[in-house]
């Protein structure tokens, strides 16, 4: 087997594209005319099918006509094919019985696609795979060796478009989430241990652009104003726990709370280390104990009395609510405001408030 065109096509897993970095090289490799990959979802009738190709100008120019005319032609989207065989279109068709396979070949003979094989490389991610590559009459049909070729390297090709369709699955999940955090309000960044960028949401990103509380320069995270000092010391000393400033600018109060990713600084020391969420305090919203215990890491006590403070209770009332008496609950607050770094009460009170605490709803 040919072992330089199996690195080539597990080195365009890190290509700009993919995918159509694969179908080049796979195009190259067979001398062919244009090589294409079709993604299809399991569930799926076949409209939602999604194509990547390398090819000739001239079968780039008849892709409309293949898109929108002739693909319902196509013998790989009604033929069963297996996973450990190659298929050519004379296999797949039969021009003398079925006018329509007829009025396809001719169709390939056209743009220059007269030869070609068809794989099905199998199932990922809930999609289905299949490779076909072409040739035009002048260069001739693929021979059996070329056809053995292309089997021995298909679980090669399963492989690498597995990575690829794990990366596109986890970039859409990525920014599933991102884009939920934005819809809650919530400016999230992802930052590397000397606050490099990593990851930002559309907020975030907004956020930069306007110049407000936060500013990017030479692709680290900056916090402004009185803050900053605290924010760098933050990033290179560590952070054990959650911490949560406070900035006002022009007048209006952000709230910006850094979260540490545990665990993601062992071994080689890379990745995200730090999570920064960014948000304005323009309502209260309706809180949960057990949002308020999760967020802030507090007991089940404090984080009762830090809700019954948030809605307006001073301590005597809350210590008659929870039956305990001012000494206690005098206690449970200078807990509750050591875990969460703050320093009066007040400051607590408008930490619950911000829209951070929707994060845990």
Same mark, same amino acid.
Request: proline fraction near 3%.
């Given at each position: 087997?040919?072992?330089?065109?199996?690195?080539?096509?597990?080195?365009?897993?890190?290509?700009?594209?993919?995918?159509?970095?694969?179908?080049?090289?796979?195009?190259?490799?067979?001398?062919?005319?244009?090589?294409?990959?079709?993604?299809?979802?399991?569930?799926?009738?076949?409209?939602?099918?999604?194509?990547?190709?390398?090819?000739?100008?001239?079968?780039?120019?008849?892709?409309?006509?293949?898109?929108?005319?002739?693909?319902?032609?196509?013998?790989?989207?009604?033929?069963?094919?297996?996973?450990?065989?190659?298929?050519?279109?004379?296999?797949?068709?039969?021009?003398?019985?079925?006018?329509?396979?007829?009025?396809?070949?001719?169709?390939?003979?056209?743009?220059?696609?007269?030869?070609?094989?068809?794989?099905?490389?199998?199932?990922?991610?809930?999609?289905?795979?299949?490779?076909?590559?072409?040739?035009?009459?002048?260069?001739?049909?693929?021979?059996?060796?070329?056809?053995?070729?292309?089997?021995?390297?298909?679980?090669?090709?399963?492989? !690498? =478009? /597995?990575?690829? @369709?794990?990366? *596109?699955?986890?970039?859409?999940?990525?920014?599933?989430? %991102? #884009? $939920? &955090?934005?819809?809650?309000? !919530? =400016? /999230?960044?992802? @930052?590397?241990? *000397?606050?490099?960028?990593?990851?930002?949401?559309?907020? %975030? #990103? $907004? &956020?930069?652009?306007?110049?407000?509380?936060?500013?990017?320069?030479?692709?680290?995270?900056?916090?402004?104003?009185?803050?900053?000092?605290?924010?760098?010391?933050?990033?290179?000393?560590?952070?054990?726990?959650?911490?949560?400033?406070?900035?006002?600018?022009?007048?209006?109060?952000?709230?910006?709370?850094?979260?540490?990713?545990?665990?993601?600084?062992?071994?080689?020391?890379?990745?995200?280390?730090?999570?920064?969420?960014?948000?304005?305090?323009?309502?209260?919203?309706?809180?949960?104990?057990?949002?308020?215990?999760?967020?802030?890491?507090?007991?089940?006590?404090?984080?009762?009395?830090?809700?019954?403070?948030?809605?307006?209770?001073?301590?005597?009332?809350?210590?008659?609510?929870?039956?305990?008496?001012?000494?206690?609950?005098?206690?449970?607050?200078?807990?509750?405001?050591?875990?969460?770094?703050?320093?009066?009460?007040?400051?607590?009170?408008?930490?619950?408030?911000?829209?951070?605490?929707?994060?845990?709803?």
């Amino acid at each position: 087997m040919d072992t330089d065109i199996i690195g080539a096509i597990y080195d365009c897993v890190d290509a700009q594209q993919p995918w159509q970095s694969m179908a080049g090289r796979i195009r190259s490799h067979f001398n062919a005319t244009g090589a294409l990959f079709k993604l299809s979802p399991v569930a799926d009738d076949g409209d939602g099918a999604r194509f990547i190709y390398d090819a000739t100008p001239a079968l780039c120019e008849n892709w409309p006509a293949y898109n929108n005319v002739y693909r319902h032609l196509d013998p790989t989207c009604h033929r069963a094919m297996r996973s450990d065989t190659v298929y050519d279109l004379p296999t797949l068709l039969s021009p003398g019985q079925d006018r329509r396979h007829s009025e396809y070949m001719a169709f390939c003979q056209s743009i220059g696609a007269a030869n070609a094989l068809f794989a099905y490389l199998g199932e990922n991610r809930g999609m289905r795979m299949w490779l076909s590559i072409s040739r035009d009459e002048k260069q001739g049909a693929f021979d059996d060796d070329e056809m053995r070729g292309l089997i021995n390297l298909m679980p090669h090709l399963y492989r !690498t =478009a /597995s990575i690829q @369709l794990m990366r *596109d699955t986890d970039r859409c999940v990525a920014r599933a989430f %991102a #884009d $939920a &955090l934005a819809d809650l309000g !919530t =400016a /999230s960044f992802v @930052l590397a241990a *000397d606050g490099q960028i990593l990851g930002s949401n559309r907020l %975030a #990103d $907004a &956020l930069l652009m306007e110049g407000g509380p936060c500013y990017e320069f030479k692709g680290r995270l900056h916090i402004g104003g009185k803050v900053q000092r605290r924010f760098r010391d933050i990033l290179r000393k560590g952070l054990q726990g959650n911490l949560l400033f406070e900035e006002e600018v022009a007048g209006q109060p952000f709230f910006i709370l850094v979260t540490p990713r545990s665990g993601t600084m062992d071994g080689i020391g890379c990745g995200a280390a730090y999570m920064v969420h960014v948000e304005s305090s323009t309502s209260l919203p309706k809180l949960d104990i057990e949002a308020l215990r999760r967020r802030f890491g507090l007991s089940w006590a404090e984080a009762r009395l830090t809700h019954y403070l948030a809605h307006g209770m001073t301590l005597a009332d809350a210590a008659v609510e929870m039956g305990v008496t001012a000494a206690t609950i005098r206690t449970y607050c200078k807990r509750a405001l050591g875990r969460m770094g703050l320093a009066r009460q007040a400051d607590l009170v408008r930490a619950v408030q911000s829209n951070l605490l929707r994060l845990d709803h």
